[in-house]
């Protein structure tokens, strides 16, 4: 008997793939998979990207809920709970998930982070392990192609999976 796939694993499918994006010029741009969170946050009919600032361009792509607003839209209702609300539990899903990108040679060199900062041989953990020193700034997303979507009450920028859809 084969299993019918999720809304969450066709998703998955659809984001993770290839992309080649730039922060300033095109003659910086990288190729790397934007990560989908796991963690799916209210009725997960909104998309939204993430970027935290040492990991731009690259992106994660957050369901979050259709009544979340951005500061940008002023069509949206005044008690409408913004994304920035939300921002600590979902950099603390991303780590969970993903890891934290900020680690060190050793135990000894940890602890005394604070008196030689600058003096520390650190190492990275690859993307899409979390690095979310600086802070994080995030926007709208369209759903990919292929998932029944319909538009937005608020804003011109983005799309709502439709209500109550299974693949």
């Given at each position: 008997?084969?299993?019918?796939?999720?809304?969450?694993?066709?998703?998955?499918?659809?984001?993770?793939?290839?992309?080649?994006?730039?922060?300033?010029?095109?003659?910086?741009?990288?190729?790397?998979?934007?990560?989908?969170?796991g963690?799916?946050?209210?009725?997960?009919?909104?998309?939204?990207?993430?970027?935290?600032?040492?990991?731009?361009?690259?992106?994660?792509?957050?369901?979050?809920?259709?009544?979340?607003?951005?500061?940008?839209?002023?069509?949206?209702?005044?008690?409408?709970?913004?994304?920035?609300?939300?921002?600590?539990?979902?950099?603390?899903?991303?780590?969970?998930?993903?890891?934290?990108?900020?680690?060190?040679?050793?135990?000894?060199?940890?602890?005394?982070?604070?008196?030689?900062?600058?003096?520390i041989?650190?190492?990275?953990?690859?993307?899409?392990?979390?690095?979310?020193?600086?802070?994080?700034?995030?926007?709208?997303?369209?759903?990919?192609?292929?998932?029944?979507?319909?538009?937005?009450?608020?804003?011109w920028?983005?799309?709502?999976?439709?209500?109550?859809?299974?693949?």
């Amino acid at each position: 008997m084969t299993m019918k796939p999720d809304t969450q694993a066709l998703l998955k499918g659809q984001i993770e793939v290839w992309t080649r994006r730039w922060l300033w010029v095109p003659a910086d741009a990288i190729t790397f998979k934007p990560a989908l969170c796991g963690t799916v946050f209210g009725d997960g009919r909104a998309l939204f990207a993430l970027t935290t600032l040492q990991s731009r361009p690259r992106f994660y792509v957050i369901r979050g809920d259709s009544k979340w607003c951005t500061d940008r839209e002023l069509s949206a209702p005044d008690d409408a709970p913004d994304f920035g609300d939300f921002v600590d539990e979902i950099i603390k899903a991303l780590l969970a998930e993903f890891g934290d990108a900020r680690s060190y040679e050793d135990e000894e060199c940890a602890e005394t982070i604070a008196e030689q900062y600058a003096d520390i041989d650190r190492r990275w953990a690859a993307w899409p392990a979390v690095d979310d020193e600086g802070g994080c700034s995030w926007g709208r997303k369209r759903w990919p192609a292929g998932f029944p979507t319909e538009p937005h009450p608020w804003t011109w920028r983005a799309d709502l999976l439709v209500e109550g859809w299974r693949p």
